[in-house]
């Protein structure tokens, strides 16, 4: 395994840092390249949802991986980043940082980063996966637009410290490093993510409603699986295992 960020390549700008970074995924770029950018034009999250990606405000980049991991590991496997993240973003901050399932990273009860993970595969084989990371740094309360100011933060709003975008990506990668030597190298590593994960969960034990499409369930946050489903007791107690879907907590 090479050290991840052993090739760091930094941009001024882009569109998005996914989008490059799966271009040199599939030329045959080895696993550890890291793409940053100052900002982004087009920065994505989950589905169809952007990423505020203001220029020289937060920390945006993406790291390739190409684990041994088979593809019905992957969910377990995007659980990893986060443990890293929550870790530096509150040694970094001061602050408790905490997971939500199944991307986001708090900081009390506001978003400061998200992840977004896109893989390619064939088969049941992963030819490689991208690991992306936004995480809001320096952002002052009017850089975020009406639509963010009441559920999302940045380090600096949160605490009033302007934290080095460069030392915390040093820390994150650090980090992610660290773990993904455990899934390498570690026949219960699916355990040891759960495990770890959940330790950094904000929210076991709420009330939850996950929408998908049309649907949606209601229930109590049990945990979650080695396989990475988010496990919900609806109200007639029965354990559901939650695959995927918008995850938020219930409103009274």
Known sequence: MKPIGRKIIRYESL????????????????????????????????????????????LYFSVLFRPHINARDLSIFSLFPAIALVDAIAHQSG???????PNDIFLGEKKVAGILIEANSASQHINFVIVG????????KVDFPPSLATTACSIKSATGKAVDISDLLDEILSGMESIYAEIENTANWRQIIADEWLKRCFHLGYQV??????????????GITTT??????????????????????KEN
């Open 15 to 58: 569109a998005s840092t996914n989008d490059v970074l799966k271009e040199k995924a599939l030329a045959g770029e080895r696993e550890g390249l890291v793409i940053t950018a100052k900002e982004q034009t087009k920065g994505r999250g989950r589905g169809t949802n952007s990423w505020l990606s203001r220029r020289d405000k937060g």
């Open 95 to 101: 602050l408790n940082a905490a997971t939500k399932w």
């Open 133 to 140: 990371i936004g995480v809001n740094v320096l952002h002052e």
């Open 209 to 222: 409603t996950i929408k998908n499409n049309s649907l949606s369930k209601e229930g109590i946050f049990q």
């Open 228 to 249: 990475g489903e988010a496990l919900i007791r609806t109200e007639n107690n029965i354990l559901e295992k939650i695959t995927v879907g918008d995850f938020s907590l």
